[in-house]
């Protein structure tokens, strides 16, 4: 058994499955820090995958393609925002209603301008390149896994220091917690909170839909009907798992994407595949007992959780 | 907290003619109003005629086997708003009607094709059962919050696609129908199918049940103390607690209730509406999620989601029909029902009255931090 994960091919299954749920992840997690409860990741992972093929079958450019995805999540989070930021309606519903338009109107234009149910694939479709550091690639065991990546892989992993560091050593970070944890003291020293959460959901917005368009664009070039399968709502609770900390996130993102590449893999070995679908999710509750008996105090000094709500 | 105190006292002061005057008028006409702009510009820039895609829509909901179908579907859209209103009423968020529906539907399923006896009796059986798997399931989420401090908000979600692998690989490779094209079990035996009524050509009896189902609760929540402890801890949990409430006993009682209803849905949507089990059917149908987005229209109002159960079982009737006629998608029918929602959440509305309460949510568990209520005060 080990000597099947400790293998180049099995680290970067393992790493593939991770850059969407991490890219939506770090965005959810700025969108928590700001004090609103991000439950559309699903829908703009969604949108983002279907945007981003939509517009490279259209144009022949990923990076249109990629932009296009990006547009498209930012869009579907904005829905959000007006709603749970100037409008103070439940984050909750409002997210699930966002979720199920998405999916809605995916599949709706997916037949409306393809012509085409369930799933689209066409060579038009220009997928995006894995990016070869030259050296670095070629370092044993972990080169082809960690440099050899789409761009948005990389964007992916250096979000992870980026975001610690705006948000533990810059003033916008400061005033995006502030924001999160106190909303009534930030306003009176001048810092507007809406502003704040309009840019942390539309950003979350983004680096979703940007996890979308790896999905669609990277990790299979084709969309599929629902094809996000619960990877935003796995983002969203690595965000509550890692108490929203850039590196705790990574970490949880990190477990998940483990336990879908070991899936895939017993799959291999003939484990039925109705079973190891499942096996994320499992992985995900047990980690969230484990983690909220054992280490309980140590997530609460790695961070403090950051309000929920209003 | 000053907002809580002035809506209270509107309400009061307000005869409920009037507040449904004004709801029915202002945020509900305005959602139904406002999403239909939306749509008709969907419609519009995606190439097709408005006028004819709506009156498609409209006249497949209401004419021929139309109002059949509507009434129909919107017994498990209806079922599942209830699965989802009555814990959501104390403040739980059962995210977890799907998987409850999904392992309802199985062993309802699996009942009423092999278990011995009069066909009438294994029917009931077979929903009981379902009702009592939903119920197990929810009750596992329950533990889980009560024991390990899991929020039920995370695990009901998750637990829904593991209600689903759970089904698939049962389905697979022990009570499937090895024949069959697609993983699917066998189809329920006519005679122990549900019922129907000689009214509009064929209604089940699950409507009536539904119905019956729907005044209890409302008589329930009006005229019974548990009725009212359930909204007082949804209002407000740590007041419930000081007031001598088991919270947390209570909260999991009301969430495995709503695990029962859903999973008495799933069952009865086999062998009651779909008549052989799928895999993947009861999950594609996204009733559990439909009738989430209803409960959310009002929550503690049981008529009222009955109602919104049928207009939206309406939408999605209509647009399979439009489908039919014109050959635009049905996901229409989704996307109208986002558009309606998320509008009457944001009270986009047209006509706004200055005294309007803003009513708040009842205080959900969306925080890892918060605990079946005051106990952690």
């Not at chain 1, 924001?179 to 950003?203: D, I, K, M």
């Amino acid at each position: 058994m080990l000597d099947q994960i400790l293998t180049e091919a099995f680290l970067e299954a393992v790493i593939r499955a991770m850059i969407p749920i991490l890219l939506a992840a770090m965005g959810g997690l700025i969108a928590e820090r700001s004090g609103v409860f991000q439950i559309s990741l699903e829908g703009s992972i969604l949108a983002g995958a279907f945007g981003a093929v939509a517009a490279s079958y259209a144009t022949g450019s990923s990076l249109v393609g990629v932009l296009a995805g990006g547009l498209a999540g930012i869009l579907i989070s904005l829905i959000l925002a007006f709603g749970a930021v100037s409008r103070k309606a439940d984050p909750i519903v409002l997210g699930i209603a966002i979720n199920l338009f998405a999916l809605g109107f995916t599949g709706f234009l997916l037949t409306q301008i393809f012509d085409i149910r369930g799933s689209f694939s066409d060579p038009a479709i220009v997928g995006l390149p894995d990016w070869r550091i030259p050296g670095l690639s070629s370092i044993p065991g972990v080169g082809s896994a960690f440099f050899e990546l789409t761009a948005l892989g990389y964007i992916a992993f250096l979000s992870v220091p980026v975001l610690w560091f705006v948000l533990f050593r810059t003033t916008v970070g400061l005033r995006l917690r502030g924001v999160g944890e106190h909303p009534t003291a930030a306003r009176t020293l001048g810092v507007s909170v809406v502003r704040y959460r309009y840019g942390a959901v539309g950003f979350s917005g983004l680096m979703a839909g940007l996890g979308g368009a790896q999905l669609s664009l990277s990790n299979v070039v084709l969309f599929t009907d629902g094809m996000s399968a619960g990877r935003g709502w796995i983002a969203i609770v690595g965000v509550m798992l890692g108490r929203a900390h850039p590196v705790a996130v990574l970490g949880v993102v990190g477990l998940f994407g483990f336990s879908e590449a070991y899936g895939f893999r017993l799959q291999g070995n003939g484990l039925p595949s109705q079973i190891t679908d499942a096996l994320p999710f499992a992985v995900t509750i047990v980690a969230l007992a484990v983690s909220r008996k054992r280490f309980a105090k140590l997530l609460n000094l790695a961070a403090t959780p950051p309000e929920v709500g209003e | 907290m000053s907002e809580h105190t002035i809506s209270v006292r509107t309400t009061q002061l307000e005869p409920v003619w009037v507040r449904i005057v004004r709801v029915v008028g202002g945020r509900v006409s305005s959602a139904i109003l406002i999403s239909l702009l939306l749509g008709v510009a969907v419609v519009a820039f995606s190439g097709s005629g408005p006028i004819e895609v709506f009156s498609a829509l409209l006249t497949g909901a209401v004419t021929e086997s139309g109002p059949r179908n509507t009434l129909a579907r919107a017994v498990p859209i209806g079922g599942m708003a209830l699965a989802f209103s009555i814990p959501y009423r104390a403040g739980v968020v059962n995210l977890g009607g799907q998987g409850q529906m999904v392992l309802g539907g199985l062993v309802g399923s699996i009942v009423a094709i092999y278990a011995p006896g009069p066909d009438p009796l294994v029917l009931v059986v077979a929903i009981v059962a379902g009702a009592a798997t939903g119920a197990a399931w929810a009750a596992l989420a329950a533990l889980g919050q009560w024991k390990l401090m899991l929020p039920i908000l995370i695990t009901t979600l998750l637990s829904n696609y593991i209600a689903d692998a759970i089904s698939g690989y049962l389905i697979r490779y022990h009570v499937g129908d090895p024949g069959a094209s697609a993983i699917a079990m066998k189809p329920i035996p006519l005679d122990r199918r549900v019922p129907t009524l000689p009214i509009l050509g064929g209604v089940t009896v699950s409507v009536v049940v539904l119905v019956i189902v729907v005044i209890v609760i409302s008589i329930h929540d009006r005229r019974r103390v548990a009725g009212y402890e359930s909204l007082m801890t949804g209002y407000n949990p740590s007041f419930a607690w000081y007031g001598g409430l088991a919270v947390d006993r209570q909260r999991s009682t009301l969430l495995i209730v709503g695990g029962a209803i859903g999973g008495a849905v799933g069952a009865n949507l086999i062998v009651g509406q779909l008549f052989v089990n799928i895999h993947g059917d009861i999950t594609g149908t996204a009733f559990a999620w439909t009738g989430l987005m209803v409960a959310l229209i009002a929550p503690r109002n049981p008529i009222a989601i009955a109602i919104a159960a049928l207009g939206f079982a309406g939408l999605q009737v209509g647009g399979l029909a439009m489908q039919r006629e014109t050959g635009v998608p049905g996901s229409l029918a989704l996307v109208l029902q986002g558009i309606i929602i998320v509008v009457f959440m944001t009270r986009l509305v047209f006509v706004r009255s200055t005294w309007a309460p803003r009513r708040r949510a009842p205080n959900a568990d969306t925080t890892l931090g918060t605990i079946g209520g005051g106990k952690d005060a």
